[in-house]
T-cell receptor
Framework: AQRVTQPEKLLSVFKGAPVELKCNYSYSGSPELFWYVQYSRQRLQLLLR??SRESIKGFTADLNKGETSFHLKKPFAQEEDSAMYYC???????????FGQGTTLQVKP | NAGVTQTPKFQVLKTGQSMTLQCAQD?????MYWYRQDPGMGLRLIYYSASEGTTDKGEVPNGYNVSRLNKREFSLRLESAAPSQTSVYFC????????????FGDGTRLSIL
């Protein structure tokens, strides 16, 4: 079965602390993985995708096929990072996405 | 640049009423999608349209119908609304294919009493 699991509903950290939002996936093929973010009163938007291997707003995510994970990391959290984060899997050669349950990141001052 | 536009933003219905949610995109994308967002369940795909003239079921299609009116517009219809369909509905669009990012609208908050 194709599935994305984000085990934490809420992650609360202090400003300046490291952040890791966990994402595990279940898929037998070669996965396309994404992180989307929804800031308060804004649209859901793409944060980054594994194919690009880029860092956006200080966030990075590495695909670990052995552990079937795509965790999102940032070394020093900022208050403006507070948002809902969704991990998403794009199975097969299609445009469809399977989303995880989402993790709310709360960065305290 | 509007991107993906959804109407209405809010709606309250009574059980059994029908309703059409509208979505339009101005990015000339081939593919469009309808999701519902429920607490603790993330976004779940209801229906999608890979290209103009085609529609397919997603993960949770029961109780919904869709129409891809043209390349720009993709509507979602609830024929007989039920309380279980209370949710936030998001429309998205993208180019079809591998690793194409999806662009989302602001959402429609629908309550069914």
């Amino acid at each position: 079965a194709q599935r994305v699991t984000q085990p934490e509903k809420l992650l609360s950290v202090f400003k300046g602390a490291p952040v890791e939002l966990k994402c595990n996936y279940s898929y037998s093929g070669s996965p396309e993985l994404f992180w989307y973010v929804q800031y308060s009163r804004q649209r859901l938007q793409l944060l980054l995708r594994h194919i690009s291997r880029e860092s956006i707003k200080g966030f990075t995510a590495d695909l670990n096929k052995g552990e079937t994970s795509f965790h999102l990391k940032k070394p020093f959290a900022q208050e403006e990072d507070s948002a809902m984060y969704y991990c998403a899997l794009g199975p097969g050669n299609t445009g469809k996405l399977i989303f995880g349950q989402g993790t709310t990141l709360q960065v305290k001052p | 640049n509007a991107g993906v536009t959804q109407t209405p933003k809010f709606q309250v219905l009574k059980t059994g009423q029908s309703m059409t949610l509208q979505c339009a995109q101005d990015m000339n994308h081939n593919s469009m999608y309808w999701y519902r967002q429920d607490p603790g369940m993330g976004l779940r795909l209801i229906y999608y349209s890979a290209s103009e003239g085609t529609t397919d079921k997603g993960e949770v299609p029961n109780g919904y119908n869709v129409s891809r009116l043209n390349k720009r517009e993709f509507s979602l219809r609830l024929e007989s609304a039920a309380p279980s369909q209370t949710s936030v509905y998001f429309c998205a669009s993208s180019e079809w294919g591998v690793n194409q990012p999806q662009h989302f609208g602001d959402g429609t908050r629908l309550s069914i009493l």
